[in-house]
Structures are given as C-alpha cells and as structure tokens.
C-alpha cells in the first residue's frame, strides 16, 4: 500500500508554469507506476501523464504534450510534473496516482490515489 501527498498548485497567468510534487510513503517506490491525472468541473478524470517504474518511459495527453514533462525521483519517493506554457483550459484538479508494476493509462487502472491540488490558469 502507498500513501500520495501532491503539492506545488496554484494560481498562475496563462503562459506561466508549475511545478507538481507527489511524495509517496508506505511502500517500495520504485515498483509502481505512476500517473498525474486531472479534472476539470463538469469533465471526465483525464490523463495528463505518466512514468514506469524504472523511469525509462512516459506517455503524455494530447493535450499537454511538448509542454509538460513527467520525472521521477526514486531515491526521495517522489514524482514530478513540470507544466510550461500553461493555458486557460489546463484549469483542474491534479491528481497523483500509482498502480504496482503496471504499465497503465486508464485512470480505472491505478489503485492508490492522493488527494488532488488545484491548478487555475488565468487568462
């Protein structure tokens, strides 16, 4: 079992950037997968992106690709999420999530789940 605390949200300009943090607890880091998902009011959970457990792949959203980048940092349980150029419509709940050895894309997929920080992009 994993413990997810996301950090690093906030109120930014369009244009601007953030950076996430997720730190885990509970159980050996290196052996999950993990994923940033996001949802807006009135929207489906998304994918944003996410990493291996080795760190040696990551896949992107459509929708943030070329502006954000997924990374992991094993020896301090963490993973990040850096957002450049962020727009208006990346405006939504960041979520951090993990699922143990699994190479996952679907939100349905990953067991462990943090409890989310907002991110508002203002225009």
């Known amino acids: 079992q994993v413990q997810l605390v996301e950090s690093g949200g906030g109120l930014v300009q369009a244009g601007g950037s953030l950076r996430l943090s997720c730190a885990a607890s509970g159980d050996t880091f290196s052996s999950y997968t993990m994923g940033w998902f996001r949802q807006a009011p009135g929207k489906e959970r998304e994918l944003v992106a996410a990493i291996w457990w080795s760190g040696s792949g990551t896949t992107y959203g459509d929708s943030v690709k070329g502006r954000f980048a997924i990374s992991r940092d094993n020896a301090k349980n963490t993973v990040f999420l850096t957002m450049n150029s962020l727009r208006p419509e990346d405006t939504a709940v960041y979520y951090c999530?993990?699922?143990?050895?699994?190479?996952?894309?679907?939100?349905?997929?990953?067991?462990?789940w943090g409890q989310g920080t907002q991110v508002t992009v203002s225009s």
């Open positions: 999530a993990a699922v143990w050895l699994t190479w996952a894309t679907t939100w349905s997929t990953y067991r462990y």
